[in-house]
C-alpha cells in the first residue's frame, strides 16, 4: 500500500467510526460476538419454512441454502465471524452434517484460499465443540 492510500484508508476508518459514535456511543464498544446470544438457533422447520419454501418453493431446501451460505462466507474469507458460526449451527439443525460442512467450506478453498478456508474450519469445529459441549450438559 502506498503512503497516500494507507492515508485515506486511516481517514475513512476514522470517519465511519466517527459517524457510528455520532448514530450510537454505545456502538464504540459493541462485541459482535453478543448477537450469537441474541439470535439463537431457529427449529428446522423454522428454518426451512424462511430459508426453504418461503424464498423458492420449488427450489433448493433450507439445508442446501445454509450449505450454499457457508460457501459464500468461507470464499469472502470468513469476515462475519458471528454469523458464519450462527450459519453453521442453522445448518446443522436443518439437517446438514459435519461432514458436508467442512467438504463446503474445504471446496472454498480453491476460490476464497487457503487462509480462508483454515478460518471458516477453525469456527466449524469451534461449533462442532460447542454442539458437543451442548449435548452434553442436557444429559447431565
Known amino acids: 500500500m502506498t503512503d497516500a492510500f494507507q492515508k485515506l484508508f486511516q481517514q475513512m476508518m476514522e470517519s465511519s467510526q466517527e459517524m457510528a459514535r455520532s448514530f450510537n456511543p454505545a456502538l464504540e464498544n459493541l462485541d459482535t460476538r453478543a448477537f450469537e446470544k441474541m439470535f439463537p438457533t431457529m427449529p428446522s422447520d423454522m428454518l426451512e419454512m424462511w430459508f426453504g419454501r418461503t424464498f423458492n418453493r420449488d427450489g433448493l431446501d433450507a439445508?442446501?441454502?445454509?450449505l450454499v451460505t457457508i460457501a459464500a462466507m468461507t470464499v469472502q474469507g470468513a469476515h462475519a465471524e458471528p454469523q458464519l458460526r450462527?450459519?453453521?449451527?442453522?445448518?446443522?439443525?436443518?439437517?446438514a452434517t459435519r461432514r458436508e460442512i467442512a467438504e463446503v467450506i474445504y471446496q472454498m478453498g480453491m476460490f476464497g484460499g487457503l487462509p480462508a478456508m483454515q478460518k471458516a474450519l477453525e469456527l466449524a469445529q469451534g461449533v462442532f465443540a460447542e454442539t458437543d459441549k451442548g449435548a452434553e450438559d442436557e444429559t447431565t
Open 63 to 66: 439445508r442446501t441454502r445454509l
Open 86 to 95: 450462527l450459519t453453521i449451527r442453522h445448518a446443522l439443525e436443518a439437517g
